[in-house]
């Protein structure tokens, strides 16, 4: 390692540590050595110490250990005469400065310095669950830290749009020269968020540690790694956390020292400027620290120096295309049209044909495109009718492949899509319309995607869109139909009427344990695959994450269990898990791998549970919000009386049958009442207790158990009659 490099890393980690030595006397002689520190909605403390340390920081005073710790890490600086390996000394010097930055940032938010303007801050644990299903299936296939500016705004754009295409999830922060990303994209209003894949960190170096510290906690979250297993911590973010480090502008002390800490965690960093440079691989993948001075060369050679595996789709049109742009929403401001919502009727529909009704790529337009939108107007209606044909297309797969339709078209710049069916509302930008997007455009790209991910199970795909509101309204009617027959397939099974189940083994990437049992009755609990997915998803990839499991011969009806499901589980889980029961909390329960949708928690108490879902940050009944629960559950492992479930499951007619059922729900948020809707009240009715709803509580009436257990016992709820739970 070079001795310059050397010798900044280590004067950058001393001065980090000076200034979070200085903030802390400053907190401590202002607040007490008692007042409470920390990060919001985090079960993980300062991440970073408690995962490589294992300590769990809440009060100032707790932190004196913590920088004693981080001191001891500081080595010398390089003498002039004696030539040494220089590398493990900086490694540690970047350690020390993870862990100093970490305090100072805490501090920061203690004195509410954090967020920064236009700043996300830091990364709640949450947001890394939300985002779990994405990482696991190759979507979101790697994370740039890029820390910096740009030579000129035209440049940062241009880098930030290369990662998007690549779908790579930017996090940009820092500043050189005076000047800071954030700013440059915020000038050329780029928009940002975590639905457009760049999220804004902070202006400063030191705030680096929020993207650092994000992706040291998904080794406990999904890894089921402990904290203070420090090697294990450092050799997940390496070998399954694909994070770079893109510095853009002149390298200070400070940059060098967090360059150092980001590099023990396996991330190589990549900068645009003329450094010396750190060939060795090991402590990464390739390299560690490299050069690339041309921009339009170096996304690129940051994909291939931390081997980040991307796909890229070329769609044939005029606005860039990728998941990047998923979710990124067209306002009123931007838009030239819309179909559906407030602006008319509109419909999308994907059904099955004969190989030889169906001609290959054919795309007709019916009706007036959105050239002849007269002026002053800003809808029409619209109708997608999507006919596929294949040996292997089976009806069942047509809700499957409809429903991509949302996420097909989201990919596209420009335009929006919401909702499904005949609840659909696309918005498509003026900005989109001026490159030169029309509507056939939507048939090229649902064309193209739809051969590109279903190619196994389609071999065929026509679009046609009509824009003429009686032909709409008319097929609407068709449609119906077929929808009312999805709904009453779908509806009508059970687990009893089929003989396989399907395995999901997506979240092993993170979550090496960890095996999702899909049933008709119980849907992954990220909440995106169901058994008709799951079955689909089989015959499309026979080898891929979701495999047959042929039910055999059942051992216990009550809790859910079958011999062939125990066998492939012992076998899949890495022989961590002997037993599972698809309908116990508290018997061999499933494990949950960190990205489940909500949690059935037991409350003793109230002889019940309680469902909370992964939006409400508040208290609930058991003592702990979402994340704090979150973080004793997930990690691949059974916890019996805490479960990771799809929302869907809480409607499901095997709903904690072992327990009860529905009647032990005994409290649930608002929001999450009314997303369940009408399904929830159905449910009640058809367990012959009708008034349930009104019986569950929320967080109106209990956030803790005292209340709650006084709100059932007035309401009359069911669960306190029930056999005792424990
Ligand atoms: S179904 Fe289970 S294993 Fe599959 S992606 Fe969802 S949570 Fe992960």
Request: proline fraction near 5%; hydrophobic fraction near 40%.
């Amino acid at each position: 390692m070079s001795k310059v490099v050397a010798e900044s890393v280590i004067r950058g980690a001393y001065d980090i540590f000076r200034q979070a030595s200085d903030f802390l006397d400053k907190a401590v002689k202002e607040k007490g050595p008692e007042q409470k520190i920390g990060f919001p909605e985090t079960a993980f403390y300062l991440p970073m110490a408690n995962a490589l340390l294992g300590v769990k920081i809440e009060k100032l005073k707790e932190i004196l250990p913590l920088l004693e710790h981080a001191k001891s890490l500081l080595p010398k600086m390089p003498s002039d005469k004696v030539w040494l390996p220089y590398l493990g000394d900086a490694l540690n010097a970047g350690m020390s400065a993870l862990f100093c930055e970490e305090i100072i940032m805490a501090l920061r938010y203690l004195y509410s310095e954090e967020p920064q303007k236009d700043c996300n801050g830091f990364f709640t644990d949450t947001i890394m669950r939300s985002l779990g299903i994405q990482l696991v299936d190759g979507r979101m296939p790697g994370f740039a830290a890029i820390l910096g500016a740009a030579p000129d705004n035209k440049t940062a754009v241009q880098i930030i749009r290369e990662l998007q295409e690549r779908n790579i999830l930017a996090f940009v922060g820092a500043s050189a020269g005076g000047r800071s990303i954030i700013d440059q994209l915020l000038e050329e209003n780029v928009q940002m968020g975590w639905d457009n894949y760049i999220v804004p960190y902070g202006r400063d170096t030191l705030s680096t540690i929020y993207p650092l510290n994000w992706a040291i906690r998904s080794a406990l979250t999904f890894g089921g790694i402990k904290p203070g297993q420090a090697q294990k911590c450092l050799l997940y973010t390496k070998e399954r956390v694909f994070a770079f480090g893109l510095v853009l502008g002149k390298l200070d002390d400070i940059k060098y020292a967090t360059g150092a800490g980001a590099i023990n965690m396996g991330f190589p960093i990549i900068a645009d400027t003329d450094i010396p440079e750190i060939k060795p691989s090991g402590i990464t993948t390739y390299e560690a620290l490299v050069k690339e001075l041309d921009h339009k060369k170096i996304v690129p050679r940051c994909i291939e120096v931390r081997g980040v595996k991307v796909r890229v789709s070329s769609i044939p049109v005029p606005v860039p295309y990728a998941a990047a742009f998923e979710g990124e929403r067209v306002r009123k401001e931007q838009l030239y049209v819309e179909f559906g919502g407030k602006g008319g009727v509109s419909f999308e529909y994907l059904h099955t044909k004969n190989l030889n009704e169906v001609e290959d790529g054919k795309v007709e337009l019916f009706g007036p495109d959105i050239d002849a939108l007269k002026p002053g107007k800003k809808s029409m209606p619209l109708a997608i009718i999507v006919e596929v044909a294949g040996r292997k297309a089976q009806k069942d797969f047509e809700p499957v492949l409809e429903r991509q339709i949302h996420r097909f078209m989201n990919y596209a710049m420009g335009i929006m899509h919401v909702g499904q069916r005949e609840m659909n509302w696309i918005r498509i930008s003026t900005d989109a319309y001026s490159k030169g997007f029309r509507l056939k455009h939507i048939g090229v790209i649902l064309h193209a995607m739809l051969h590109q991910e279903y190619s196994a199970i389609v071999d065929k795909i026509q679009v046609k869109l009509y824009t003429q509101e009686e032909d709409v309204e008319k097929l609407l009617k068709e449609a119906q139909k077929t929808y009312d027959e999805r709904d009453e397939r779908l509806s009508g099974m059970t687990d009893e009427k089929v003989d396989t189940f399907y395995s999901c083994l997506l979240c092993q990437s993170f979550a090496p344990d960890h095996v999702c049992i899909i049933t008709p009755e119980r849907l992954g609990l990220c909440g995106a695959y169901s058994w008709l997915d799951a079955r689909a998803s089989f015959e499309i990839t026979p080898t891929g994450p979701n495999q047959p499991i042929l039910k055999g011969s059942v051992l216990d009806e009550r809790l859910g269990q079958w011999k062939s499901v125990n066998d492939f589980m012992h076998n899949k889980s890495n022989k961590a898990i002997e037993r599972v029961s698809m309908y116990s909390l508290m018997q061999d329960p499933q494990s949950s791998c960190g990205c489940f949708e909500c949690i059935i928690a037991i409350i003793p108490e109230a002889n019940g549970v309680m469902l909370v879902h992964r939006d409400y940050v508040g208290m609930t009944p058991c003592g702990m919000n979402f994340t704090t629960l979150a973080g004793s559950v997930g990690g691949g492992v059974q916890t019996p009386g805490f479960l990771g479930v799809g929302k869907l499951y809480a409607v499901s007619k095997k709903f904690i049958l072992a327990e009860g059922g529905l009647k032990r729900l005994v409290w649930m948020p608002k929001e999450l009442k009314e997303i369940l809707g009408d399904k929830l009240k159905k449910r009640c009715q058809a367990i012959g207790e009708p008034g349930l709803l009104d019986k569950i509580a929320d967080e109106d009436v209990a956030t803790n158990s005292e209340e709650l257990l006084a709100y059932l016992k007035k309401a009359g709820h069911p669960a306190l009659g029930m056999e005792l739970l424990i």
